[in-house]
């Protein structure tokens, strides 16, 4: 069994689902050069079946993640590390502060996010 949003799949019903979403992105596949060059040489043979982990790669590619979901998973992971210093590091929760980080990734987009944790 595997756990997806909306619920649980039985064993098989994931790559039967993934090829379904899959289909339905119908992400553009370019032909290797290989495959090109013997084009004029050969009959087309079908297009190869793609496994569960190429099928995954290619539709995480065509992902498109915006600057407020991610700011908004930096804000859910704080509370959640948060939340664990308090519960299971045992500290006063007026001791654990989440501080902004800076506002904006640098342009060049290689920017490094990190956690700083200071004890006072």
Do not use: C, N, W
Not at 60 to 85: P, W
């Amino acid at each position: 069994m595997r756990a997806v949003k909306g619920g649980d799949l039985q064993e098989g019903e994931y790559p039967k689902y993934l090829k379904l979403l899959f289909d339905r992105e119908k992400p553009k596949r370019e032909p290797a050069k290989e495959e090109a060059a013997k084009d004029g040489a050969k009959e087309k043979s079908p297009p190869k079946e793609l496994s569960v982990a190429e099928m995954e790669a290619v539709l995480l590619e065509r992902i498109e993640v915006g600057d407020d979901a991610l700011k908004a998973l930096g804000a859910r992971r704080a509370e959640h590390v948060k939340g664990y210093l308090v519960e299971k590091g045992q500290l006063p929760a007026e001791r654990v502060l989440v501080a902004a980080g800076p506002p904006e990734a640098p342009a060049d987009g290689k920017g490094r996010i990190s956690v700083d944790f200071t004890l006072h």
